[in-house]
């Protein structure tokens, strides 16, 4: 479990490190790969113990104290729902749709949480394009969870 | 393999994202700008009317956080410096059309453009 968070939490720094941001909340989420795996290999409530404290301790090492509300709501919003997604529609969903759910509508709880904090209902303007970066990423990171996830799956025992 | 249920979820997810952009471009979105709006930690910071605005003029904004410094010109506005890391809001560049928004997370500052918007109506509350 501490080496999920731990492969979250260096996810989350490198992306922070290296990749440039176009947009305002667009993340590649690299760290949603762990959330997706960790939902197939150790179900829902471990995944979000995982991602909470990986949203809080990456958060604490990248992006200060102000994003950690928006980080926190994004991790919770997003594993809850994955688990969802996957409880209730997987394999008609596969592991690039569950991700591409989780991806957006953690876009889409950070914008509640940007209105809340900003009280102000025209940060809304920027949903269509965080709902279009959701579907890119949440694309991107379902394909590599695929790989890897597969991966994981196929030696179990050794976890 | 990519599902069928997986093309449903991202071409709901694209549908509902044109549909809120065309309703957000027309419910708030404008050509016409008339003044500027600043706005920190969801209260109101300073306004100005474009009318006024006759040379660039240079605002520092103070917040809890630290500092924005946001240059209006006759047509538009546009962060200059801020003391947050990210950064976005630099990036962000000029806005000139109303409804558009320059909003820096980590300092809660939010500027926006005011103006008709394409339904002419003047203000549009939530």
């Known amino acids: ?159 | 393999m990519i599902t069928k249920w997986d093309k449903a979820v991202i071409v709901l997810v694209l549908m509902i994202a044109l549909l809120s952009y065309i309703i957000f471009s027309y419910a708030i979105f404008g050509e016409h700008a008339e003044g500027i709006e600043i706005f920190v930690d969801g209260k109101e910071y300073a306004s100005y009317s474009f009318a006024d605005i006759t040379e660039d003029k240079i605002l520092r904004i103070e917040t809890e956080q630290g500092f924005n410094i946001l240059k209006i010109t006759e047509k538009g506005a546009l962060m200059t410096n801020a003391s947050c890391p990210d950064k976005i809001d630099v990036k962000s560049g000029e806005i000139s059309k109303s409804g558009q928004m320059i909003i820096c997370i980590p300092n809660k500052v939010l500027v926006r453009i005011t103006g008709k918007n394409k339904l002419n109506v003047d203000k549009v509350t939530y």
């Open chain 1, 1 to 159: 479990m501490s080496i999920f968070v731990s492969l979250g939490i260096i996810l989350q720094y490198v992306e922070n490190t290296i990749l440039f941001t176009p947009v305002p909340g667009g993340k590649l989420g690299l760290s949603n790969i762990v959330s997706v795996i960790n939902i197939f290999l150790f179900g829902g409530p471990n995944a979000l113990v995982v991602s909470m404290l990986r949203a809080f301790l990456g958060t604490m090492l990248t992006g200060g104290v102000s994003a950690l509300p928006y980080s926190l709501a994004g991790a919770f919003v997003s594993t809850i729902s994955m688990w969802g997604a996957k409880h209730f529609f997987y394999p008609g969903l596969s592991m690039v749709g569950i991700s591409v759910i989780g991806a957006c509508l953690h876009n889409v709880s950070q914008i509640f949480v940007a209105s809340i904090v900003f009280s102000s209902g025209y940060i809304f303007s920027y949903m269509p394009i965080l709902l279009v970066v959701g579907v890119i990423c949440g694309f991107v990171t379902g394909v590599f969870a695929r790989i890897f996830g597969n991966r994981f799956l196929k030696r179990k025992d050794i976890l």
